[in-house]
């Protein structure tokens, strides 16, 4: 079975970094790309940044430049490095695997910005 697990959430101060991760197992056929997505109270979800197999990355504006994507492949993970956090990068954040077998999500962590 496959599984995709986020970790790394939690409660940060604004201004403050944290990292998240992604760590897929089971069998995936051709991933073509990983996304993170974000969904805060009363929004709807949005694709906050993704990397693709060859590597190319894309970044949703309110988050470009604070966030980095990047990819461990013998971990099988993908991380979102968050730098410069604002109290409205507050949500779920899932994470996506988008293959040729078809798209498997986490579960979704936590991320809180507060002082």
């Known amino acids: 079975q496959v599984q995709v697990v986020e970790s790394g959430g939690g409660l940060v101060q604004p201004g403050g970094p944290l990292r998240l991760s992604c760590a897929a197992s089971?069998?995936?056929?051709?991933?073509?790309?990983v996304g993170w997505y974000r969904q805060a109270p009363g929004k709807q979800r949005e694709l906050v940044a993704s990397i693709t197999s060859d590597d190319k990355t894309h970044y949703a504006d309110s988050v470009k430049g604070r966030f980095t994507i990047s990819r461990d492949n013998a971990a099988n993970t993908v991380y979102l490095q968050m730098s410069a956090l604002k109290l409205a990068d507050t949500a779920v954040y899932y994470c996506?695997?988008?293959?040729?077998?078809?798209?498997?999500w986490g579960q979704g962590t936590q991320v809180t910005v507060s002082s």
């Open positions: 089971g069998s995936i056929f051709s991933i073509y790309a």
């Open positions: 996506n695997v988008n293959s040729l077998s078809g798209d498997y």
